[in-house]
């Protein structure tokens, strides 16, 4: 991009030109700034569709758990209508974490007698 003072120096010198180079020139200048414009549209087009596409691949991303960790900590949070869903969706009750804790264990040693049930 021109700077101001080039400007300022390229109209004093289009004052002492016949009208039709004036013309011409500012033809010339008026087609130099809509394809310097086009160039932006296209870059910032790129950029919102880069941005979009990062985006979606950000959202796309999920955490999974193991199934024993998952109805573990489900007995944990006495939520029962979860161990529910995954008792009924073939989760072995005999899953265990590390320390060989069920959810059985689990709901006993926080009195969740209702989960045991």
């Not at 500012?26 to 414009?37: E, G, H, N, V, Y």
């Not at 569709?49 to 691949?57: A, I, L, M, T």
């Amino acid at each position: 991009m021109d700077t101001h003072m080039d400007l300022l120096t390229e109209l004093h010198l289009l004052d002492k030109v016949p009208t039709l180079e004036r013309l011409r020139a500012a033809q010339k200048r008026r087609a130099q700034q809509l394809k310097k414009w086009a160039q932006y549209e296209k870059e910032m087009q790129h950029k919102k569709r880069k941005h979009e596409k990062k985006r979606n691949v950000v959202c796309s991303k999920k955490v999974s758990f193991e199934a024993s960790v998952a109805l573990l900590e489900a007995s944990l949070r006495n939520d029962i209508e979860e161990v529910c869903y995954l008792l009924n969706n073939d989760f072995s009750p005999d899953l265990c974490n590390e320390d060989g804790l069920t959810a059985l264990h689990q709901c006993c040693i926080d009195n969740y007698f209702f989960i045991v049930v």
